[in-house]
């Protein structure tokens, strides 16, 4: 006489089964285990990336951001230590924009803004002078403006979300790297 929980149970173990085959078939991206045919680890691979400084006029709002993002990119690809022989160069382009989210009926003045960033970026192979990466990826971020009689802080909550939206570009880039380096496509 069967059990009637034995359909149940029967997909239960073959469900585990099938876990178990295919367990040793995952790995985390950012573990010690090496990528590619030459053995290196991703760490190593990130670190050999040069990312020059961001083409800006200077002075400007966007060179400012530009500087931001590359530190933040360099302190990803390398982990705050010192980067190895660049066998790859890392082009990145930026461009801004505000947009007025609410504004203040009475005065007209803007009380929330959205800063965004977008980002066009390319991986140079320094060996071959081909490009093996390219890509776009972008950033929102909304900060407050208090009232007139608080402009400086107004100012402070710009310089606030260019950072925030720069360490969003710079993650995103660094995935990207990552996924490449790890998966060679």
């Known amino acids: 006489m069967s059990s009637p929980n034995a359909p ?6 073959l ?3 099938l876990a178990g085959l295919t367990a040793g078939c995952f790995q985390p991206l950012y573990g010690d285990r090496s990528v ?22 200077n002075g400007t709002r966007i060179a ?6 590359r530190d933040q990119l360099l ?6 230590g010192p980067a190895s022989s660049s066998a790859y ?13 609410i504004v203040d009926i009475n005065s007209a003045r803007p009380e929330i ?6 980002a066009i970026y390319s991986l140079i192979d320094n060996a071959t002078g081909k490009q093996v990466i390219n890509g776009t990826t972008f950033s929102r971020v909304s900060y407050n403006i208090p009232g007139q009689q608080q402009r400086f802080a107004g ?11 720069a360490k969003v570009i710079a993650d995103n880039i660094r995935s990207r790297l990552a996924s490449y380096f790890a998966a060679g496509a």
């Open 8 to 13: 149940r149970l029967s997909r239960l173990l």
């Open 15 to 17: 469900a585990l089964s």
């Open 36 to 57: 590619g045919v030459g053995g290196s680890s991703l760490s190593d691979k990130l670190s050999a990336v040069e990312v020059p400084p961001v083409k800006a006029e």
């Open 64 to 69: 400012r951001v530009g500087i931001e993002m």
């Open 75 to 80: 302190f990803d690809l390398t982990g705050g």
């Open 89 to 101: 160069r890392l082009d990145i382009r930026l461009t801004s924009s505000q947009v007025q989210v």
């Open 113 to 118: 803004q959205n800063y965004g960033i977008n």
């Open 155 to 165: 100012d402070r909550g710009l310089i606030d979300a260019e950072n925030r939206a």
